[in-house]
């Protein structure tokens, strides 16, 4: 059992830094897959109209840049995963300019 934590009591509570880094685990993971399924439902919906293809391009690049920025996330590399986010947004930003 290595890095094995000690057992904690029932009215134990994590140290507040445990909690905060966990919290942002999840805010990261849990953002990264939303706008991944955001992406990819846009990029499906526009790549079934007449629009060119670097517009369901963008959005599907968007989103596995989302995807990506969510494993981050959740391995606990948070600075890296919300710039992969930023990333994302701004790629998936660009099938709204108009052509």
Known sequence: MLDAAPPHEPGDEPPEGV??????????????????????GASLLR???????????AYAVGAVLCACAAVLGHRGRTR????????GVMVMALG???A
């Not at 909690?19 to 706008?35: E, K, N, P």
């Open 19 to 40: 909690s905060v880094a966990r919290r942002a685990r999840w805010v990261a993971a849990g953002t990264g897959a939303l706008l991944t399924l955001a992406g990819l």
């Open 96 to 98: 709204d300019e108009p």
């Open 80 to 87: 890296r995963a919300l710039w992969l986010l930023i990333a």
């Open 47 to 57: 790549l079934s109209g007449a629009a060119p293809a670097r517009i369901p391009a």
